[in-house]
């Protein structure tokens, strides 16, 4: 989700004006210029998302995930953008697609088994476990209707 709060300027350019080729110049200079910020990262990956920048956008995910693993929305982002961007018909970039919505599933799972977790979190929490187990369901499908031949028979 938009952390418009961790970057005012950049939110009004993207809330306020629709000027995302700009807003993501701005997250570009930000990245390697400022402090390494896992909400910058996630920004930026975000707006190269939403700008059909996806190798970048994923780069941008990886280092968000590195700096803070435990954000299950951006762990299932990253391997949104490898499931239907990048990944194609190879196995390996799935398989990793795979792997990553599991360990978002895993700790929203987690995180909300736990007595302390607001409302706002719960909810936040509970989309992530959605969005992660039916991108999951559909990756799952996708690689199982891939070992099947023309006819349909499962191949060996």
Sequence with gaps: PWRAKSFPVVRDLVVDRGQLPEARRIF??????????????NNYGLLC??????????????RSVE????????????????????????HELLEHARELYEQSIDVARAELLQNEVDADR?????????????????????LAYSQLDPAGTPQD
């Design 67 to 90: 700096l803070n693993d435990s954000d299950p929305r951006v762990l299932n982002d990253t391997a949104l953008v490898l499931h239907y961007h990048l990944a194609g018909d190879d």
């Design 122 to 142: 719960k909810a936040y929490l509970a989309e992530a476990l959605v969005d992660a187990s039916n991108n999951l369901t559909l990756l799952r499908a996708a």
């Design 49 to 62: 998302r939403d700008t059909g920048a996806y190798e970048e956008s994923y780069e941008a995910y990886c």
């Design 28 to 41: 570009a200079l930000l990245a390697e210029a400022g402090p390494e910020s896992a909400d910058l990262f």
